[in-house]
């Protein structure tokens, strides 16, 4: 089974290896400032596959309110930046920037650039904070295309994970020069992958991102709107060969570089929430490479990050759980920053239709969230295959746009996942026959996975289709 699986995964990573997220991205109008830079063209991203979970009854699991990100890629057109200096520029704005209630209150994101749902987050995919763009050779910093698409994302109101790529080539050199090149998954990334080799520059740019983007009135990006305070260290580091790189060197590497980016991240932001760098799966290659990382890393991350591209029903939700709470992280948050309902047919059946995808969605994205994740990336329309297709999409939209801002995830029965709202309703999705509890009584809302609405005597209901219902 796990053969199968890790096949099944290296398939779907090869589809990665093409762009992660299908990647839709606006272009920056051009601005003269000072000497000119050429944006590199949208790139994608490999993401990675599992084995699946059981699903039993967990007890009840209040989800932590949050804020996160998810993929498309902008490519934004030449544009000219900043002057050339040796420091990142200062500004002052007027003062410190709060929050915005509206921002991030969802826990749903996409993985892209663009996602039409209050208070969603999105997931850049590479993103625009890389230090070999940032700061291109040691002297020059260049903010140009960063603030344009901050500006954007902003405009649209939309709360950020940021991936941070602690690569640059000119850094690498200094003490891998006698070192292999490797591919990349991304094009945008260096093609050596090491752990920084100068700590203290490493510390100097990953700064002055942080203190750009913070809001606290100091060294602000002039006209940001609210702060930037979500950060993932690098992305799926154990992906080291196959289609390509995302990291080169050992859990030790990793963990020494995630120590030194959470003291940095949180020195210049104390209000600053880290991730470790998503997990590519569950294969035990993946979770060899994490366990030490994870062992050792208290007090180094906020939330841990799991990865699941079409390999597992609910996206490894109870699996990575039970990883954190195996190696000393027991109740710690996690989100999962990359989901991909699967397409593949089990063993023996035919491929699953655009309807069956629609209901795994549903139940796929509602298992994982009562297991534990607080918050949830799906990659959908953004994976380069074209991902599960408009059924899918249309049920994921159904479930972030019905209990995006709900305040906690739990078991209720098989079959029956119990979301509570801030305004005191409650709403169930049910499937497989599953009925509702006996304290619920009367007449209540339905609404089928396939936006088909009615109502029911809670009674009698039982849920032939995967179906969402509102009590209160």
């Not at 994982?368 to 918050?375: E, L, T």
């Not at 309703?425 to 304290?439: E, I, K, M």
Request: glycine share 10%; aromatic share 10%.
């Amino acid at each position: 089974m796990i053969v199968n699986k890790v096949l099944t995964s290296v398939v779907t990573l090869a589809f990665f290896a093409a762009g992660c997220g299908g990647s839709t991205d606006t272009s920056a109008p051009a601005t003269t400032v000072a000497p000119t830079t050429t944006v590199a063209p949208t790139t994608t991203v490999a993401p990675t596959t599992t084995v699946a979970p059981t699903t039993t009854v967990a007890p009840t699991t209040t989800v932590a309110p949050t804020t996160t990100v998810a993929p498309t890629t902008t490519v934004a057109p030449t544009t000219t930046v900043a002057p050339t200096t040796t420091v990142a520029p200062t500004t002052t704005t007027a003062g410190p920037l709060s929050w915005p209630n509206d921002v991030g209150s969802s826990r749903f994101g996409v993985l892209g650039q663009e996602f039409d749902v209050p208070g969603g987050w999105i997931r850049p995919h590479p993103g625009e904070f890389l230090w070999s763009e940032i700061q291109p050779t040691p002297d020059r910093w260049d903010w140009g295309r960063v603030d344009w698409h901050v500006n954007t994302w902003q405009d649209r109101r939309l709360a950020i994970l940021g991936t941070l790529w602690p690569f640059a080539q000119w850094d690498q050199e200094n003490c891998h020069a006698n070192d292999p090149e490797v591919q990349p998954v991304l094009h945008r990334l260096p093609t050596k992958l090491f752990a920084p080799c100068d700590e203290t520059k490493f510390v100097g740019w990953l700064t002055a991102v942080v203190e750009r983007y913070d809001g606290d009135g100091v060294e602000d990006m002039p006209g940001l709107a609210y702060p930037i305070r979500h950060w993932e260290v690098a992305n799926e580091p154990s992906m080291q060969g196959g289609h390509g790189h995302f990291f080169q060197g050992t859990s030790a590497d990793y963990l020494s570089m995630l120590r030194l980016a959470f003291e940095t991240i949180t020195t210049a932001d104390p209000e600053a929430t880290v991730l470790t760098g998503g997990q590519a799966g569950m294969q035990p290659s993946f979770t060899d490479f994490w366990t030490p990382v994870l062992e050792s890393a208290a007090g180094f991350f906020h939330v841990g990050n799991i990865h699941s591209i079409g390999s597992d029903h609910s996206f490894f939700s109870d699996g990575y759980r039970a990883l954190l709470d195996e190696t000393g992280h027991a109740g710690a948050e996690y989100w999962i920053t990359e989901a991909l309902v699967s397409t593949w047919p089990e063993p023996g059946q035919m491929s699953p239709t655009g309807d069956e995808l629609g209901r795994n969605t549903l139940t796929g994205f509602a298992t994982a969230f009562a297991d534990g994740a607080s918050r949830i990336f799906n990659v959908g329309p953004h994976d380069p295959t074209g991902g599960p297709g408009p059924e899918s999409d249309s049920a994921f939209l159904l479930l972030a746009e019905t209990v995006g801002d709900f305040t906690s995830a739990s078991w209720a029965g098989e079959s029956l996942v119990r979301f509570d709202m801030p305004d005191g309703r409650t709403v169930y999705a049910a499937w497989d026959g599953a009925g509702l509890p006996d304290t619920v009584t009367g007449v209540v809302e339905t609404v089928g996975y396939d936006g088909t609405a009615g109502s029911a005597d809670a009674a009698g209901f039982s849920a032939a289709t995967p179906t969402l219902v509102t009590v209160g």
